[in-house]
């Protein structure tokens, strides 16, 4: 689709260098039967030459490519009008053109606020001068967890502060789904207070892309998604079942760092020799889950009773089972893993990810990673 877009920008742009050609006797091109004057002449070459640097900063992929491209159909859709008779068509290319100019637009938009939004959070939870795991600090902890922190290599280690990571992505947006969307994800963590910020690219196919955001915040959750970056196609906030179901999230995903698991948030209780409940409480937001371990203590799967969305009448069983594991940052974490429902009809594996990328106790917002440049 960008290949295509950078054909049209461009032969829209080289047609308009014509106009510059026959104001100037330098080619009598018959596709324009009106006189044009010099002065006409050169504003067909500004816009030639803004749709050229254009068509530049696609091939690019630059983010600020959408301001000289409104800039160039502005003026083209100015030129078009005078020369309306000769040029009328033209407008058939600045629509289609100004469609993407807002996509990319409206895709920078909503970068800047997902950016913005973890400055904000990033501000809100400083590092401070870091504690070290010690064995005293596993104590009233069931031994299984005992087990799966000593095995996960935290001991004598800081304890994290804030995690960011990389994801790729498989995803499948409803049961009876066959193929497999690919997407791109990032994500930023804090343990104090307990938050998330996670955001995602994918293409449905080679047409509809959708970027959606899920965070946990103060207590709250919120899911937005978005074709194209522009037409909001869900929005989930402001919901009991909504805060809960990223709560459990937040909980599910400790296994990436941790030593969140001894925050005063998280009660745990043994369940037998290889597993234990976690309750979280945050904010007046409550949710808990199982940990199952092997006998290593090796991280296997995290069972919660979970909402699918804010709509669902009781909570349905979600599981998110470890498929790899692998040591990152000398931390021993699941670095390939599968969620799941169970469904009436079987079990719908919705997700695989794949972490490409992980980093504790970072100083500053990193740059992004995943998403494209449009």
Same mark, same amino acid.
């Given at each position: 689709m960008r290949i295509a877009l950078i054909i049209l920008i461009g032969i829209h742009g080289i047609i308009h260098l014509f106009g510059f050609l026959k104001a100037f006797g330098i080619s009598d091109f018959n596709g324009l039967s009106q006189p044009i004057s010099k002065t006409f002449g050169i504003a067909w070459l500004l816009g030639f030459?803004?749709?050229?640097?254009?068509?530049?900063?696609?091939?690019?992929?630059s983010n600020y490519w959408w301001i000289i491209g409104i800039?160039?159909?502005i003026?083209?859709?100015? #030129? %078009?009008?005078? &020369?309306?008779?000769?040029?009328?068509?033209?407008?058939?290319?600045?629509?289609? /053109?100004?469609? !993407?100019? $807002?996509?990319?637009?409206?895709?920078?938009?909503?970068?800047?606020?997902?950016?913005?939004?973890?400055?904000?959070?990033f501000e809100n939870t400083p590092l401070t001068n870091q504690k070290i795991v010690t064995k005293e600090a596993l104590f009233d902890l069931p031994e299984i967890v005992q087990k799966w922190l000593v095995n996960s290599g935290v001991l004598g280690k800081q304890f994290t502060s804030n995690m960011h990571l990389v994801q790729d992505l498989q995803l499948k947006m409803k049961p009876e789904q066959t193929e497999w969307y690919i997407g791109?994800?990032?994500?930023?963590?804090?343990?104090n207070p307990p938050a998330f910020n996670w955001s995602i690219t994918t293409q449905m196919n080679s047409l509809f892309k959708?970027?959606?955001?899920?965070?946990f915040?103060?207590?709250?959750?919120?899911? #937005? %998604?978005?074709? &194209?970056?522009?037409?909001?196609?869900?929005?989930?906030?402001?919901?009991?079942? /909504?805060?809960? !179901?990223? $709560?459990?999230?937040?909980?599910?995903?400790?296994?990436?760092?941790?030593?969140?698991s001894l925050s005063s948030y998280i009660k745990w209780e043994a369940i037998d020799d290889y597993s234990a409940k976690a309750t979280m409480k945050f904010n007046g937001t409550i949710g808990s889950g199982e940990f199952h371990f092997d006998e290593k203590g090796n991280f296997e799967k995290?069972?919660?009773?979970?909402?699918?969305?804010s709509n669902a009448i009781k909570p349905t069983e979600w599981t998110v089972i470890a498929t790899k594991t692998e040591e990152r940052n000398g931390i021993k974490i699941p670095v390939e893993c599968e969620a799941s429902w169970k469904l009436e009809n079987g079990k719908w594996t919705w997700l695989k990810l794949k972490i490409t990328d992980i980093q504790y106790?970072?100083?500053?917002?990193?740059?992004?990673?995943?998403?494209?440049?449009?």
């Open positions: 030459v803004l749709f050229a640097i254009t068509t530049v900063q696609v091939i690019a992929q800039i160039a159909v003026s083209s859709q100015f #030129l %078009i009008i005078i &020369f309306w008779n000769d040029a009328k068509f033209g407008t058939v290319a600045n629509v289609i /053109i100004l469609l !993407a100019l $807002l996509a990319a637009y409206s895709s920078f938009s909503f970068k800047n606020k997902i950016k913005e939004e973890r400055i904000s959070l791109k994800a990032e994500q930023y963590t804090t343990v959708v970027t959606g955001r899920d965070k915040e103060n207590g709250n959750g919120e899911m #937005l %998604i978005k074709l &194209f970056s522009l037409i909001t196609v869900a929005n989930a906030k402001n919901h009991e079942k /909504i805060d809960q !179901a990223a $709560l459990q999230r937040y909980l599910a995903e400790i296994v990436w760092f941790p030593s969140a995290f069972v919660a009773m979970r909402y699918q969305d106790n970072v100083e500053e917002i990193p740059a992004t990673k995943h998403t494209d440049k449009k």
